[in-house]
């Protein structure tokens, strides 16, 4: 008699592998599935990340009107349409048309160099000159960083021609600490992004279908409880969240050369430990909705702004910091910030106790109001 609840514990933890072997063949079954839980997010990985690759080199799109004929003048457009850091709009000869192209939001800026820039005065062996940065009004800030750089290249240029000491100065240091790049911020959004997708649209779009065709009604007919339910289709997302996550590491190395600092283990880890908690959410919202129309609008909801608030496409340093300070408490923050210090700043899981804490509290009340609203039909 003392063995029966431990063989009726069993019983019940084979039902619950039996159902998630049923949902995740459902899953490699379910082409529609398999498109928004890893193609659609690799979708959006191929596309920040065509517009944050080599973000690093900041460049401005210029125009430049020689209208000197200087062997100086020359040299220097050379110079300036060899670098890196401007892209010179060959095509723009004359000021009037890189005007025209400005106020249509085309160019940054034009450079000018006067008839008499790069001529050498009388009595001086050195060319010399004042040439002209123009910007709209409406980018200045473009305009006056343009204008820094330019007169940056020309200072270089001085000292070559004039030897004067300045009094004062400034010694740049390299400091030994990895800084992010935008695509390190947008590559861990959209590992969040994934995640997100999977652990709310995946429930909200199969329940009220389930529902419909009166399967969850007669599952609940049988002595499947509402726990193994659950624990099933949580086993099921976490093999289709690895996948997703899995593939679109290997892109986001292979194709924009990510470097990963963390340990893969580990971040496997915290991943499933986020689709754990992001699926109460879903199984919150498909569970009580009786049919699509109340899921789609009630996951809209709340999917919407954790996206935007959670540091999912952009980087939440850039919110006012009341904001900040808000989005702090969203359910999808913790997983984005723990994913960002896994795999860009070579973090351990001992060292994000406050995002797994987070996580933590959320899993508990999401599930309680998961079980709470539940119905099977």
Not at 189 to 216: A, M, R, Y
């Amino acid at each position: 008699m003392e063995k029966r609840p431990a063989k009726s514990f069993q019983n019940q933890l084979r039902t619950v592998m039996v159902f998630t072997k049923l949902s995740t063949r459902r899953f490699f079954r379910d082409r529609l599935a398999q498109f928004f839980s890893i193609l659609f997010p690799l979708i959006f990985l191929f596309v920040f990340g065509s517009l944050t690759k080599g973000n690093g080199n900041v460049s401005f799109s210029i125009a430049l009107i020689n209208q000197s004929k200087t062997p100086f003048a020359t040299q220097l457009t050379h110079n300036i349409e060899s670098s890196k850091t401007f892209k010179v709009n060959t095509s723009l000869t004359t000021l009037s048309a890189a005007e025209n192209k400005m106020h249509q939001n085309q160019l940054d800026g034009i450079i000018v160099l006067p008839s008499n820039f790069g001529a050498m005065q009388l009595g001086q062996s050195y060319p010399s000159g004042q040439a002209k940065v123009l910007y709209d009004e409406t980018n200045s800030g473009t305009g006056q960083t343009l204008t820094s750089l330019l007169q940056a290249t020309f200072a270089k240029i001085n000292t070559k021609f004039v030897n004067v000491k300045e009094p004062l100065a400034v010694n740049g240091q390299v400091l030994n600490t990895k800084r992010l790049t935008s695509f390190d911020y947008t590559f861990s959004g959209l590992l969040g992004f994934s995640i997100i997708g999977l652990g709310i649209f995946g429930p909200v779009n199969v329940f009220p279908e389930l529902k419909k065709q009166g399967i969850l009604r007669r599952l609940h007919t049988t002595p499947l409880k509402t726990w193994q339910y659950f624990m099933a289709t949580m086993f099921s997302q976490a093999v289709t969240g690895i996948i997703s996550i899995a593939v679109m590491f290997a892109v986001a190395i292979g194709f924009f050369h990510l470097k990963v600092d963390g340990n893969y283990l580990e971040i496997a880890l915290f991943t499933i430990y986020s689709i754990f908690m992001i699926l109460g959410l879903g199984l919150a919202i498909g569970g009580w909705a009786k049919n699509e129309r109340q899921a789609a609008p009630l996951s809209n909801i709340i999917v919407f702004p954790m996206l935007f608030l959670s540091g999912t496409f952009f980087p939440r340093y850039l919110m006012p910091h009341w904001l900040q300070t808000t989005t702090n408490y969203l359910p999808l923050t913790p997983v984005i910030d723990g994913l960002r210090l896994l795999t860009t700043e070579g973090k351990s899981l001992l060292d994000i106790g406050p995002q797994l804490g987070l996580i933590a509290v959320w899993f508990v009340l999401i599930y309680v109001i998961a079980f709470r609203v539940f119905k099977w039909e």
